[in-house]
């Protein structure tokens, strides 16, 4: 059998508006995705058994963070054929290889990443054949994340996370990355959210309309102003040293700089590639600061190779 190669991009979010917690214990969000250059790659080869395997590897050597991405029935590829499969009756098995390069719990969706490539690689090499719309019906049950990284581009994520429709918007982004030494759980950064704001009243997410107009505009000066993250208190709660490294971005001259969801990656906007490797060479000083990646966006979502 054949293998079947995807390619899947990381997210970031120009903006996330978080709400007050709903019943569910998910949050309502208003987030801008961009798709970025920092691909994972899914193999799966068809099993002549039933078994679901998967392997992963990574050659990224200044992260050693592999090591805690699960390979049993835990890990979001294997959920995601397994929920395939349910889906279409198939009864074959599959062996899925997941080359890593997002960073894992760094809150730029890796894990979400390879669930969406997943879904796209079993539906080729299983021949199920569902079309798009089917796909993201069962993204959006794997995780909040999951239907953009099928989608990719820039789009507006509403609900959870999950609902996307497209954004207006010109231009391509250079980008500095940050990657922390060790990764923050999403499910943390959201508990100490709820933590902080105990008490206070958290109103309803918004997309701000600054933003918008910037990516219609394609202008990075305005849409670094316009960047936000209303789970950075939480994050920085969690992990007070990337104010450090916030600033030394903000002091080389980004047009902006925010944490990437529910961090640790912190994520800078350059002007152009000169600046974007100012930044990168100024960030690498950070002590809090384990790899230095610059990237661009916004790119297409899982995609077969
Ligand atoms: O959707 P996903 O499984 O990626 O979310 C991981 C965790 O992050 C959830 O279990 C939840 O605790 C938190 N979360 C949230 N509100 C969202 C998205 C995620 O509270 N909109």
């Not at 995601?80 to 390069?101: E, M, P, Q, Y």
């Not at 789009?155 to 207006?168: D, H, N, Q």
């Not at 700089?257 to 990656?265: H, K």
Request: net charge negative; glycine share 10%; charged share 20%.
């Amino acid at each position: 059998m054949s293998p079947v190669s995807v390619r899947v991009p990381a997210k970031i979010n120009l903006c996330l508006g978080v709400g007050p917690v709903r019943d569910d214990g998910y949050h309502p969000l208003a987030t801008v995705y961009q798709a970025v250059d920092l691909h994972d790659e899914v193999r799966a080869v068809v099993r002549e058994d039933d078994a679901i395997t998967v392997t992963v590897h990574s050659d990224v050597d200044a992260r050693s963070e592999v090591a805690v991405v699960p390979v049993d029935d835990d890990n979001l590829a294997v959920r995601a054929a397994r929920l395939l499969r349910d889906r279409t009756g198939v009864s074959a098995g599959v062996d899925l290889a997941i080359r890593k390069v997002i960073p894992v719990a760094g809150g730029m969706a890796g894990g979400s990443a390879d669930a969406a490539a997943s879904l796209v690689a079993c539906n080729e090499a299983w021949g199920t054949g569902l079309a798009r719309p089917a796909l993201e019906v069962l993204a959006g049950q794997l995780g909040s994340d999951v239907p953009f990284l099928l989608h990719g581009g820039n789009a507006v994520g509403g609900g959870r996370g999950e609902t996307v429709s497209p954004v207006l918007a010109r231009g391509s982004y250079h980008w500095v990355f940050a990657m922390a030494h060790e990764g923050l759980s999403t499910k943390a950064v959201f508990a100490e959210f709820d933590r902080i704001n105990e008490g206070r009243t958290v109103a309803e997410p918004a997309v701000p309309d600054a933003l918008l107009a910037a990516l219609r505009a394609g202008d990075a000066e305005a849409l670094g102003d316009a960047l936000s993250n209303d789970l950075t208190e939480a994050a920085l709660s969690l992990r007070p040293e990337l104010e450090d490294t916030l600033s030394i971005g903000i002091e080389a001259g980004a047009l902006g700089a925010i944490l990437s969801g529910s961090g640790p990656t912190a994520l800078f906007l350059a002007s152009d590639e000169q600046h974007s490797l100012d930044i990168a060479f100024a960030l690498t000083s950070a002590a809090g600061c384990a790899d230095v990646v610059q990237s661009r966006g916004p790119v297409p979502g899982a995609r077969l190779i």
